[in-house]
């Protein structure tokens, strides 16, 4: 069964720090890539940060270089997003997911598994 859980979601103000956790089941984490998405109410979901299982190879988008880091556990399956510097525009349900390809990472129809989400609020 494939499972992804997420955990470690908030209330900060801003220029505050989260770290979310995902633990991915066995068959989630032998995916190639898994990635941390993230939705607010009116607006499509969109790739945050992502990394390969194996490797270790992360990518971003440009408004969360510097801020957030993504890394993985493998011996624990699982994986992480370390947010600091977080601004109100970081507000939303982050979601982890795992990538089964047919389009880059940030494509939400590349992966077929998503976790459940967390929600993140910042405020000024």
């Known amino acids: 069964q494939v499972q992804l859980v997420e955990s470690g979601g908030g209330s900060v103000q801003v220029g505050g720090s989260l770290t979310l956790s995902c633990v991915a089941s066995?068959?989630?984490?032998?995916?190639?890539?898994m990635a941390w998405y993230r939705q607010v109410p009116g607006k499509e979901r969109e790739g945050v940060a992502g990394?390969?299982?194996?490797?270790?190879?992360?990518m971003y988008i440009d408004p969360v270089k510097g801020r957030f880091t993504i890394s993985r556990d493998s011996a624990k399956k699982t994986i992480y997003l370390l947010m600091n510097n977080l601004q109100p525009e970081d507000t939303g349900i982050y979601y982890c997911?795992?990538?089964?390809?047919?389009?880059?990472?940030?494509?939400?129809?590349?992966?077929?598994?998503w976790g459940q989400g967390t929600q993140v609020t910042v405020s000024s």
């Open positions: 997911a795992s990538y089964r390809g047919g389009g880059d990472w940030l494509t939400p129809s590349a992966y077929d598994y």
């Open positions: 066995e068959s989630a984490y032998s995916k190639i890539l």
């Open positions: 990394i390969t299982t194996r490797a270790g190879t992360d």
